[in-house]
């Protein structure tokens, strides 16, 4: 009975360790997928030339706007 | 009355006002670009910033070429089907306002389906429709709202330059690969001493190195290059003990993980590596809207109208002309090759060649020069030389140009690193010893640790994070240099050499005194109206110093090109102009630019012009008398001798006469003795003599137009402060021997781990990024004190 019991006991202990060496694994492997997926954005932007003029944008950004409002005015003119 | 500005370009406008829909305008030019733009709901340019515009400039017949396909197809970056895309580099790009109405260009012509501004280069990216529209007609639409492109022989060459852009990705590698072994080897940081890290510690130790891997053999390839070409030609550059320590750090990881002896040091290697790619993406400041590298191909136009014999015109591509062939040159057209003038008369403008602002007259049967520009009216010219034999560009054959100046200089990182390796590696073999002695099994940990922890990654941090900064300093005191070496070498000058014409004097004023017989107000009021006639830019000059005086209305006025004019109002005669034409008495031969009249025959007297020197002349060489060796080097004849002596220190060479070889020669000998020679230059004729000396500065008035190949480029407003810029980058040295001490205390606490045996992966990991930083941010805090204390 008692062998029976330590023996279970034991089963028991491997069986956590195994569940846990998947989660290891697969927590390693999802981790490493999203970095790569992150590298391979930034190498595609860099491609692209999104990097080559960092201050052009900065200012485009801000047109869009004054454009609407101007559009805006003039209808309410009309 | 106040002085009104002008609503689009920002000029007075007091003599000639323009009103339109209540607003003033100073030329019709600029009122037709303020039309153009309401009528296509485009005011809102003038929104954004106050007189944004430029005046357009007269641009006929002057991009015809562009209906030569053979030439527009090689300024386009692009042509599929019927969509072409065109780079055109505008230099009047300058605020937000230029970039929305550029980026708006498809409501001006709808055949344009985008085009995108890039700021800091100054240039658009036009994509249009190639059925419906030209280049030819694009080019004039952005002309005619004021936003000329500037198409030069250098666009023709070039063609699609691809961007180097390897730094970025190696960047980005590193760092990627930094992060993550970092967030592997965490486990080990804490440790845990039990059955779980037993159990995984080699998946992460070998996921550690493959992540290691790129950073090694990619990201870090150009330091061991750099080693290998450094030991090849005997020199032990900083990248030697780098190159070391990578390797070392590499090798003894990968052993250490496949023996299962350790961790591995791949945490620090991959830091390693990011950290001095991040100081070599610092040092990289580029000014892309100037060009340090010009020659006369950006200042050359890319193609002329050849004169066939059937009195057609072609434009042909300025490397096709052929000697004997006929070329017909506008206004404001460039003499691109040497040859003779036929037809009409030539006002040659060589300012660019000679700094010279004074346009030298030409009648036909003279022999005319490559580089000068036509300022008045159309002639033909027969060509005597091609491009390439022409003497303005066989001025750049010379071997000056050719070799490159940096590879020479041994920077100071370089000569503290060749004490650094020989002491480093004279501690490892000693420690190795020792430990062979008392404990064998330790002997080889400890070489490899001493290799690893001395890598002298903050020594190698320390300049271009200092230099770098130094650089953006400058670059916002409007003193632009090209690279960081330039710094260091400012720091070494003991001489410095100016030319005189457009450098110590400016083109822009004009100091005029009148020598003669007093003119009464009936002369003066003749005088000023006949000038007013005259197109001669001396009859301009001369015109705009009679404020008071009131104007007549003449009518017999007659332009002798090249002489003088000759005006008859009522009984009064006037001439003026050079002194054989107006026959003056006055024997005394002078060497100053004059302007001579005479009323009804009888001489009157002179106006002579000279160029006023630059502000604060006389206080920058005093100033810098005491500590370099001065000396100023004119192309221009004497005239001026007596006034420098008098107004400059003791001591200041003066040489007059020089040629552009002279020049060159001049500061080749003073090299020669041993003198480290910053020469500040403005023209084409000081290019040889930039070229040769250690650090070249351009003076320039505006920084977009052409400056010769130099260093740096400095904005004239700039010039009295030379002698703080040159303090400054001594200043930024010292910073650097500060540093170097700095980063030395902490190699001296890793070397105590590595020489005693007990380096582990852990302090490593520490010390390398703590030392590396600190450094940047001592460098960095100190350089902008420094910067604050130049303003």
Redesign the interface.
């Given at each position: 009975m008692s062998y029976f019991l330590k023996s279970n006991n034991l089963n028991f202990e491997v069986s956590i360790?195994r569940q846990?060496?998947s989660v290891?694994?697969l927590l390693?492997t999802i981790?490493?997928i999203v970095?790569i997926l992150f590298?391979i954005a930034?190498?595609y932007s860099?491609?692209t030339?999104q990097?080559?003029?960092?201050?052009?944008p900065s200012?485009?950004m801000?047109?869009d706007d004054?454009?609407v409002k101007?559009k805006q005015e003039?209808s309410t003119l009309d | 009355m106040k002085s009104k500005q002008c609503y689009h370009c920002g000029d007075s406008c007091d003599d000639d006002l323009i009103k339109f829909n209540e607003k003033t305008f100073c030329c019709n030019g600029c009122k037709t670009v303020y039309e153009i733009f309401s009528e296509n709901d485009l005011t809102c340019y003038y929104n954004f910033q106050d007189n944004p515009g430029a005046i357009p400039t007269e641009i006929q017949g002057k991009y015809d070429f562009l209906d030569n396909k053979e030439i527009a197809d090689k300024l386009l970056d692009f042509s599929d089907g019927n969509t072409q895309i065109a780079t055109l580099y505008i230099p009047h790009i300058h605020c937000s306002s230029c970039i929305w109405v550029l980026e708006n260009l498809h409501k001006l012509n709808p055949k344009v389906s985008s085009s995108q501004v890039d700021f800091p280069k100054k240039k658009v990216r036009v994509t249009y429709n190639s059925d419906e529209t030209t280049l030819k007609e694009i080019v004039l639409l952005l002309s005619s709202i004021g936003y000329e492109p500037y198409i030069s022989l250098e666009d023709y060459e070039s063609g699609k330059k691809a961007v180097d852009r390897s730094l970025i990705y190696k960047l980005g590698v590193a760092g990627f690969a930094f992060g993550n072994v970092m967030f592997l080897s965490f486990p080990e940081y804490f440790q845990v001493d039990g059955f779980w890290i037993e159990h995984y510690k080699n998946v992460f130790r070998w996921l550690m190195f493959f992540f290691s891997l790129p950073v090694v053999f990619y990201a870090g390839k150009d330091y061991f290059i750099s080693a290998y070409k450094g030991l090849r030609s005997k020199i032990l550059n900083i990248d030697v003990p780098i190159a070391l320590g990578i390797s070392v750090l590499f090798i003894r990881s990968t052993v250490e993980i496949i023996f299962d002896l350790g961790t591995g040091f791949f945490d620090s290697l991959t830091g390693l590596v990011f950290f001095l790619l991040l100081g070599k993406f610092f040092q990289q400041k580029t000014y892309n809207f100037l060009s340090f590298e010009r020659d006369y191909k950006s200042y050359f136009p890319i193609a002329v109208t050849r004169i066939l014999s059937s009195d057609k015109e072609e434009n042909v591509q300025i490397y096709d002309v052929e000697k004997g062939d006929r070329l017909l040159i506008r206004n404001q057209e460039l003499i691109p090759v040497d040859g003779i003038l036929i037809n009409g008369n030539a006002e040659l403008d060589y300012s660019f060649v000679t700094g010279e602002a004074e346009p030298v007259a030409k009648k036909s049967g003279d022999k005319i020069f490559a580089g000068g520009k036509q300022l008045s009216g159309v002639i033909e010219m027969e060509v005597l030389a091609s491009v390439s034999q022409s003497y303005l560009t066989q001025l750049w054959s010379n071997d000056v140009f050719q070799k490159n100046k940096k590879s020479h200089y041994k920077t100071i990182t370089d000569n503290i690193s060749k004490k650094f390796t020989i002491i480093v590696l004279l501690i490892a073999f000693v420690s190795t010893t020792f430990w062979l002695f008392i404990d064998v099994s330790k002997a080889l940990n400890v070489f490899t640790a001493v290799l690893i922890i001395a890598c002298p990654c903050a020594i190698a941090l320390a300049a271009p994070f200092a230099l770098g900064n130094m650089l953006r300093i400058f670059g916002k005191q409007k003193f632009y240099l090209k690279n960081t070496t330039v710094v260091e070498q400012l720091a070494a000058i003991d001489t410095i050499i100016f030319d005189k014409t457009g450098t110590l004097t400016t083109h822009k004023e004009n100091t005029i005194s009148y020598d003669g017989v007093r003119l009464n107000n009936q002369e003066k009021s003749i005088l000023k109206s006949s000038l007013r006639a005259s197109n001669h830019p001396l009859s301009r000059t001369l015109y705009s110093t009679f404020d008071d005086v009131e104007t007549l209305t003449i009518t017999d006025f007659k332009e002798v090109v090249g002489k003088g004019i000759e005006v008859n109002y009522k009984e009064t005669n006037l001439k003026l102009g050079a002194s054989s034409y107006v026959k003056n008495n006055d024997k005394k031969s002078t060497l100053d630019t004059s302007v001579y009249i005479s009323f009804n025959d009888v001489y009157k007297g002179k106006f002579t012009f000279k160029n006023s020197y630059r502000k604060g002349v006389k206080d920058l060489f005093n100033s810098l008398k005491n500590n370099f060796n001065l000396a100023v080097v004119s192309g221009d004849n004497e005239g001026e001798r007596v006034f420098l002596e008098e107004n400059l220190p003791k001591g200041t060479q003066l040489m007059f006469n020089q040629k552009p070889e002279d020049k060159l020669n001049v500061v080749a000998s003073l090299q020669k003795k041993d003198e480290k020679v910053l020469m500040i230059g403005d023209g084409l004729n000081d290019a040889g003599a930039l070229a040769q000396s250690d650090v070249g500065v351009a003076l320039s008035e505006n920084i977009n137009v052409f400056s010769p190949a130099c260093d740096g480029i400095l904005d004239a407003s700039k010039f009295n402060k030379i002698g703080t810029y040159i303090k400054a980058s001594k200043k930024a040295i010292q910073i650097i021997k500060y540093s170097f001490i700095l980063s030395l205390c902490y190699n001296v606490i890793g070397l105590y781990f590595a020489v005693t045996g007990q380096l582990m992966p852990v302090i490593a990991a520490i010390l390398m990024p703590l030392s590396s930083i600190s450094i940047v941010v001592f460098t960095t805090i100190s350089t902008n004190l420094l910067g604050n204390k130049i303003k």
């Amino acid at each position: 009975m008692s062998y029976f019991l330590k023996s279970n006991n034991l089963n028991f202990e491997v069986s956590i360790i195994r569940q846990d060496m998947s989660v290891i694994y697969l927590l390693l492997t999802i981790s490493i997928i999203v970095a790569i997926l992150f590298f391979i954005a930034f190498i595609y932007s860099v491609k692209t030339g999104q990097f080559d003029d960092s201050y052009t944008p900065s200012v485009r950004m801000l047109f869009d706007d004054e454009l609407v409002k101007e559009k805006q005015e003039k209808s309410t003119l009309d | 009355m106040k002085s009104k500005q002008c609503y689009h370009c920002g000029d007075s406008c007091d003599d000639d006002l323009i009103k339109f829909n209540e607003k003033t305008f100073c030329c019709n030019g600029c009122k037709t670009v303020y039309e153009i733009f309401s009528e296509n709901d485009l005011t809102c340019y003038y929104n954004f910033q106050d007189n944004p515009g430029a005046i357009p400039t007269e641009i006929q017949g002057k991009y015809d070429f562009l209906d030569n396909k053979e030439i527009a197809d090689k300024l386009l970056d692009f042509s599929d089907g019927n969509t072409q895309i065109a780079t055109l580099y505008i230099p009047h790009i300058h605020c937000s306002s230029c970039i929305w109405v550029l980026e708006n260009l498809h409501k001006l012509n709808p055949k344009v389906s985008s085009s995108q501004v890039d700021f800091p280069k100054k240039k658009v990216r036009v994509t249009y429709n190639s059925d419906e529209t030209t280049l030819k007609e694009i080019v004039l639409l952005l002309s005619s709202i004021g936003y000329e492109p500037y198409i030069s022989l250098e666009d023709y060459e070039s063609g699609k330059k691809a961007v180097d852009r390897s730094l970025i990705y190696k960047l980005g590698v590193a760092g990627f690969a930094f992060g993550n072994v970092m967030f592997l080897s965490f486990p080990e940081y804490f440790q845990v001493d039990g059955f779980w890290i037993e159990h995984y510690k080699n998946v992460f130790r070998w996921l550690m190195f493959f992540f290691s891997l790129p950073v090694v053999f990619y990201a870090g390839k150009d330091y061991f290059i750099s080693a290998y070409k450094g030991l090849r030609s005997k020199i032990l550059n900083i990248d030697v003990p780098i190159a070391l320590g990578i390797s070392v750090l590499f090798i003894r990881s990968t052993v250490e993980i496949i023996f299962d002896l350790g961790t591995g040091f791949f945490d620090s290697l991959t830091g390693l590596v990011f950290f001095l790619l991040l100081g070599k993406f610092f040092q990289q400041k580029t000014y892309n809207f100037l060009s340090f590298e010009r020659d006369y191909k950006s200042y050359f136009p890319i193609a002329v109208t050849r004169i066939l014999s059937s009195d057609k015109e072609e434009n042909v591509q300025i490397y096709d002309v052929e000697k004997g062939d006929r070329l017909l040159i506008r206004n404001q057209e460039l003499i691109p090759v040497d040859g003779i003038l036929i037809n009409g008369n030539a006002e040659l403008d060589y300012s660019f060649v000679t700094g010279e602002a004074e346009p030298v007259a030409k009648k036909s049967g003279d022999k005319i020069f490559a580089g000068g520009k036509q300022l008045s009216g159309v002639i033909e010219m027969e060509v005597l030389a091609s491009v390439s034999q022409s003497y303005l560009t066989q001025l750049w054959s010379n071997d000056v140009f050719q070799k490159n100046k940096k590879s020479h200089y041994k920077t100071i990182t370089d000569n503290i690193s060749k004490k650094f390796t020989i002491i480093v590696l004279l501690i490892a073999f000693v420690s190795t010893t020792f430990w062979l002695f008392i404990d064998v099994s330790k002997a080889l940990n400890v070489f490899t640790a001493v290799l690893i922890i001395a890598c002298p990654c903050a020594i190698a941090l320390a300049a271009p994070f200092a230099l770098g900064n130094m650089l953006r300093i400058f670059g916002k005191q409007k003193f632009y240099l090209k690279n960081t070496t330039v710094v260091e070498q400012l720091a070494a000058i003991d001489t410095i050499i100016f030319d005189k014409t457009g450098t110590l004097t400016t083109h822009k004023e004009n100091t005029i005194s009148y020598d003669g017989v007093r003119l009464n107000n009936q002369e003066k009021s003749i005088l000023k109206s006949s000038l007013r006639a005259s197109n001669h830019p001396l009859s301009r000059t001369l015109y705009s110093t009679f404020d008071d005086v009131e104007t007549l209305t003449i009518t017999d006025f007659k332009e002798v090109v090249g002489k003088g004019i000759e005006v008859n109002y009522k009984e009064t005669n006037l001439k003026l102009g050079a002194s054989s034409y107006v026959k003056n008495n006055d024997k005394k031969s002078t060497l100053d630019t004059s302007v001579y009249i005479s009323f009804n025959d009888v001489y009157k007297g002179k106006f002579t012009f000279k160029n006023s020197y630059r502000k604060g002349v006389k206080d920058l060489f005093n100033s810098l008398k005491n500590n370099f060796n001065l000396a100023v080097v004119s192309g221009d004849n004497e005239g001026e001798r007596v006034f420098l002596e008098e107004n400059l220190p003791k001591g200041t060479q003066l040489m007059f006469n020089q040629k552009p070889e002279d020049k060159l020669n001049v500061v080749a000998s003073l090299q020669k003795k041993d003198e480290k020679v910053l020469m500040i230059g403005d023209g084409l004729n000081d290019a040889g003599a930039l070229a040769q000396s250690d650090v070249g500065v351009a003076l320039s008035e505006n920084i977009n137009v052409f400056s010769p190949a130099c260093d740096g480029i400095l904005d004239a407003s700039k010039f009295n402060k030379i002698g703080t810029y040159i303090k400054a980058s001594k200043k930024a040295i010292q910073i650097i021997k500060y540093s170097f001490i700095l980063s030395l205390c902490y190699n001296v606490i890793g070397l105590y781990f590595a020489v005693t045996g007990q380096l582990m992966p852990v302090i490593a990991a520490i010390l390398m990024p703590l030392s590396s930083i600190s450094i940047v941010v001592f460098t960095t805090i100190s350089t902008n004190l420094l910067g604050n204390k130049i303003k």
